[in-house]
């Protein structure tokens, strides 16, 4: 099944996708994934993760704020004004 998502550029370092997902076989949560891409070779890049479930409520245990990768490279298109 595919469920489509939203995907944007914050900024030159900031992107996000949000999209639904299923979660112990219950439909419809909601996501935002957001990645921060803080220079190459991709050391101190972040990633954080925000999960609602059906009703929108916050699921705490599934939602971080960004933090450091111990390793990989987020690489955030950069932004022309085209």
């Not at 996000?16 to 112990?24: L, T």
């Amino acid at each position: 099944m595919s469920l489509g998502a939203n995907f944007g550029i914050a900024n030159d370092a900031s992107a996000a996708a949000s999209s639904k997902a299923v979660v112990n076989n219950v439909g419809n949560y909601g996501f935002i994934a957001r990645v921060i891409d803080n220079g190459e070779p991709g050391f101190n890049d972040q990633f954080g993760l925000r999960v609602t479930n059906p009703s929108a409520v916050l699921v705490v245990d599934l939602t971080f704020n960004p933090i450091t990768l111990a390793g990989g490279n987020f690489s955030v298109p950069k932004l022309t004004g085209k």
